[in-house]
């Protein structure tokens, strides 16, 4: 399984971004799907996650910003960012999960500027 984030970039404080994450097979077996992050000098965390219900949970940090969806149809995760803070600087990847296997995304740059 492949998975292609792209997305992301350079952004003032306060404005958006939308991540984007391709499979190159059918996304709705996958258990959960999700996007993590990981800052400079810090450890990789989770952002968002979708399960195949379309229940959605997200880190305290991004509630009431980030909103995650998936287009089951196109094999693609989405990940909407508003209101942009630049603690939100950082290389976002997506993450697809089913019963014991993981997989990866290689990893989108998304940098807030103050």
């Known amino acids: 399984v492949q998975l292609q984030a792209s997305g992301g970039g350079l952004v003032q404080a306060g404005g958006s971004l939308r991540l984007s994450c391709a499979a190159n097979?059918?996304?709705?077996?996958?258990?959960?799907v999700g996007w993590y992050r990981q800052a400079p000098g810090k450890q990789r965390e989770l952002v968002a996650d979708?399960?195949?219900?379309?229940?959605?949970n997200y880190s305290d940090s991004v509630k009431g910003r980030f909103t995650i969806s998936r287009d089951n149809a196109k094999n693609v995760v989405y990940l909407q960012m508003n209101s942009l803070e630049p603690e939100d600087t950082a290389v976002y990847y997506c993450?697809?999960?089913?019963?014991?296997?993981?997989?990866w995304g290689q990893g989108t740059q998304v940098t807030v500027s103050s």
């Open positions: 993450n697809a999960r089913q019963g014991r296997l993981e997989y």
């Open positions: 979708m399960t195949s219900r379309a229940y959605s």
């Open positions: 097979r059918r996304i709705l077996p996958f258990n959960v």
